[in-house]
């Protein structure tokens, strides 16, 4: 067999970059699978009957169950969920404190979306004084956990968010709330809803995990091809070399 000769260079490159993009492939694999599990979970507990607060409190996952709900809003202190796209248009998603009467527990309830066209007039909305019977479901943000960003206009209310994280939001109004987003159901309280379940479907993640596998590949095919090539090189100067002596 003819010798194989990569060379130096072209084998360290290979040492630091394949189990990198290997690693890349498999962690989009392991993130298209968790999602297949989130939809699977989604679609088995969105068409169970709602479920109580009290209840709620008790389960070890509450993501996606959905709630009955009755109380009313807290106008004071709305939240508006910034960068939100729907249809190429911009807005922003509306959030509100809501204090069950049944339990005595706030909830923060997203009411949904609403546009935003310009940014020099304020969103408009309207926050129902009456206590109001409504159906909502637990929204569990897949992945790292987001973060309370301080506002940056200096506590004004209503205060325009790029990421929330519940439980610091109960402790800045001193409450005792639930520690997830609820996202509530067509109702009268609400406004776009059409929710998705997860931003980046299993498929866009198994796209992605052959595109690493297939990097992987070529960079494996080019250093064969420089071993190759430079054991032909190698041959051909040796070849050379006595050629000139004789």
Excluded at 67 to 90: A, C, P, W
Excluded at 121 to 150: I, K
Excluded at 170 to 175: A, D, E, K, P, V
Aim: hydrophobic share 45%.
């Amino acid at each position: 067999m003819k010798p194989f000769r990569p060379g130096l260079v072209p084998t360290l490159v290979v040492l630091a970059l394949l189990p990198g993009l290997i690693a890349l492939g498999c962690w989009q694999l392991r993130r298209a699978d968790e999602k297949r599990a989130l939809l699977d979970s989604y679609a088995e507990r969105s068409v169970e009957a709602p479920q109580t607060v009290a209840h709620l409190q008790q389960l070890p996952d509450p993501a996606f169950y959905r709630v009955q709900l009755y109380g009313h809003f807290d106008s004071e202190h709305s939240l508006l969920l910034d960068n939100r796209l729907r249809d190429g248009q911009v807005g922003v998603e509306l959030l509100q404190p809501f204090l069950d009467q049944s339990s005595g527990l706030w909830l923060l309830v997203n009411r949904g979306w609403l546009p935003w066209p310009d940014r020099r007039v304020p969103v408009r909305f309207d926050t129902p004084v009456q206590a109001l019977a409504l159906q909502a479901s637990v929204y569990v943000a897949p992945g790292s956990a987001f973060q309370l960003h301080p506002d940056p206009v200096g506590g004004h209310w209503p205060q325009l968010l790029t990421a929330i994280d519940v439980g610091p939001l109960w402790q800045r109004l001193g409450r005792q709330g639930f520690a997830h987003e609820l996202r509530l159901e067509p109702g009268p309280a609400s406004y776009g809803l059409a929710w998705p379940v997860v931003a980046m479907g299993p498929e866009k993640h198994l796209g992605y995990a052959v595109q690493w596998f297939a990097l992987s590949a070529a960079l494996v095919l080019l250093y064969l091809y420089f071993g190759w090539h430079n054991n032909k090189e190698h041959h051909h100067e040796r070849r050379h070399e006595s050629t000139g002596r004789a």
